[in-house]
């Protein structure tokens, strides 16, 4: 298992791509757990643990989504469990790392710093996304980047409109 994650590691760094992942149906099943309970953790600081655990699975599934239908737009369905999986489980590093930050701006304390933070970390999240799609469909950095900010910005549209109180409507 540290192999693994010394592996997503390598990939946050941009070191290594998803092709370097097994492409194992049960490697990419524990790596989507391990992200629901990350996210699950991130959502509970401010909201309750039910609704804490429907977002957490939401966004799981917006992740295999999205790496299936990219995958078979792109024509290379072949390399679902490898994408899906360092995208899952990339998610799930970054957001273990932003733990504190989050927990700092939900009780006020640097919140400053907590914020500007957390600017950096969805930055990196997003860099990251592009250079796994750079990676797994053969694209320029431009078209990754490019589809990595159309999925977080769907992503963040379908969470708002399926939980209104992220937002605040």
Not at 1 to 25: A, N
Not at 47 to 72: C, D, E, K, P, W
Request: proline content about 4%; some cysteine; aromatic content about 12%.
């Amino acid at each position: 298992m540290f192999e693994i994650l010394k592996l997503l590691f390598d990939i946050c760094l941009f070191k290594q791509g998803p092709q370097h992942l097994p492409p194992s149906v049960w490697l990419l099943r524990l790596v989507l757990a391990l992200d629901v309970a990350v996210s699950f953790l991130m959502v509970s600081i401010s909201t309750g643990l039910a609704v804490a655990l429907v977002q957490a699975i939401v966004s799981v599934l917006l992740i295999v989504g999205f790496s299936r239908l990219m995958l078979y737009m792109a024509g290379k369905p072949e390399r679902f469990c490898q994408t899906a999986g360092a995208l899952s489980g990339t998610d799930a590093m970054i957001s273990f790392f932003a733990l504190p930050a989050v927990a700092s701006m939900t009780i006020g304390a640097g919140a400053l710093l907590a914020f500007i933070l957390t600017i950096a970390l969805m930055i990196w999240h997003w860099a990251v996304i592009g250079h796994i799609i750079r990676n797994a469909l053969g694209q320029t950095w431009t078209f990754s980047l490019g589809l990595a900010f159309l999925y977080l910005l769907g992503s963040y549209r379908v969470m708002a409109l399926l939980f209104p109180e992220i937002t605040g409507g």
